[in-house]
């Protein structure tokens, strides 16, 4: 099966470091891929590479088996690549429905001319930008909040937030970043069921997350980065049982307890 993408010996030096080491991976359409490692892994400069914030050193980069290497992070949004970020990055002075709106910024046809006289063409577009950010927003659960400022929204409903500016554009491959960070237990649970659902949709997901309960409930198949290089991948259970992923996670005792089985 062909890949949706395809990293090959992907490298990113800063200087005398090596943050990732000719790390490859294949990530099929509609899977949800667990990018997961100990603190300094390399997994949100992964990331990076693949959303185009950061250039590899060197290796290559495929997405539909056209090679992107280095593209940067507008062409690679343009291509279907859309990500959500660690810390997060609303415009809080703004609505709820403004910041997704912003996520439909690479979709708009209209020009300069067409914005500033209004036109038809203009009016039409912003209808459907308008129509389809309260899809995404329902499809989080905050539509009832679209009027509000992001200010005004508590933590967990700025994550979600996030996440739909971030589907907004029905992406081909969507990359989140560590979306159970700052949540309870059942925002987590919660969280893993909108996973599921954006999946359904078909949409590819690739998730860098801490929360070994979120990342088992939710991910197919799973790569574990240690040190910037690539140490296992299997599915949730054959990472769960890999020695080499237990040592990196500091022994059995500490990789168990961060992990709860849903029902």
Known sequence: MTALLALDRLTRRFGGVTAVNSVSMNVQRGEIRGLIGPNGAGKTTTLNLISGLTAPTSGRMTLLEQDVTGEPAHRLAERGIRRTFQNLK???ELTVLQNVMIGLHTNGKSGVF???LATGKQRREEKMMHRDSLAAL?????V?????PASALAYGHRRLLEIARAIVARPTLLLLDEPAAGLNPAEAEALVALIRRINAQRVTMVLVEHHMDVIMAACSRITVLNYGQKLAEGTPAE???NESVIEAYLGRAGFEERIVAYA
């Open 90 to 92: 609303l415009f809080t």
């Open 239 to 241: 990472i769960r049982a």
């Open 138 to 142: 329902e499809t989080v659960g905050l």
């Open 144 to 148: 009832d909040q679209a009027g509000r």
């Open 114 to 116: 067409e914005a500033i």
